[in-house]
């Protein structure tokens, strides 16, 4: 009742060399997946769509694909790792996702596309750290969103990108990545203080990179 829980009570589980990990679909097709590690999944490491769900302390590691992918509504991800993912390490889409908290942040790492890449509406990414990533450290397309004490360093591209409406930013990082900082646009955006950019070295493009600009506008200190 209320869906399936996966939860590694003894020690942590592996699940290892599958074609996905964890894959479940449905409004009530998962509650929890606690406590997990899925190793050298072909395609996914966790797959998820459903409604208010919890995801804590898993790590995917070699994923063919995604490392997480999680959509539905109402969900939550936090004090999870995806290392060396073929595309994104974490895919979030759907409504209302709180992806970390407070001395439970994700990370995203050495992956082959985007580090964290959010779609949808309503999320809440926190302490999100993105290291490493061929293309951007976290972009964001959608509305409603606020990331608030995220990190994204040493990525290919940009660290914190993308577009959209009602997108509050607060206390982010961007520093070191080959393009450029925090940079994002759209309508109704909201610097809330504390956000900030430097070592980023605009290659790649004429002008010089953009160390933090949020609709074109400089960070706020």
């Given amino acids: ?31 929890r997946v606690e406590n997990v590690d899925v190793r050298a999944p072909k395609r996914d490491g966790l797959r998820l769509h459903g409604g208010g769900y919890e995801v804590s302390s898993v790590v995917v590691q070699d994923a ?25 390490g974490f895919q979030i889409d759907g409504r209302n996702a709180i992806v970390g908290r407070p001395l439970a942040g994700n990370v995203a790492e050495d992956g082959g596309n985007d580090g964290f890449h959010l779609m949808g509406s309503g999320h809440r990414l926190a302490v999100a750290e993105s290291r490493r990533n061929r293309r951007d450290g976290i972009t964001v397309r959608g509305s409603g969103f606020e990331l608030t004490a995220c990190t994204a360093t040493g990525n290919g591209i940009d660290g914190i990108s993308g577009e959209g409406g009602d997108l509050g930013f607060f206390n982010n990082r961007a520093d070191d990545n080959g ?37 074109g506008t400089p960070c706020k200190p």
């Fill in 1 to 31: 009742p209320g869906g399936a829980r996966v939860v590694s009570s003894g020690g942590r589980a592996a699940i290892e060399g599958f074609r996905d990990g964890i894959a479940a679909r449905g409004g009530r097709s998962v509650a």
């Fill in 64 to 88: 063919g694909r995604d490392g997480i992918t999680l959509g539905g509504r109402d969900f939550r991800c936090h004090g999870s790792r995806a290392s060396r993912s073929g595309r994104f």
């Fill in 179 to 215: 393009r450029n900082g925090l940079v994002v646009s759209g309508v109704r955006l909201v610097d809330g203080g504390g956000n900030a950019g430097s070592g980023n070295r605009g290659e790649g493009q004429q002008r010089p990179a953009i160390q933090c600009a949020i609709d």
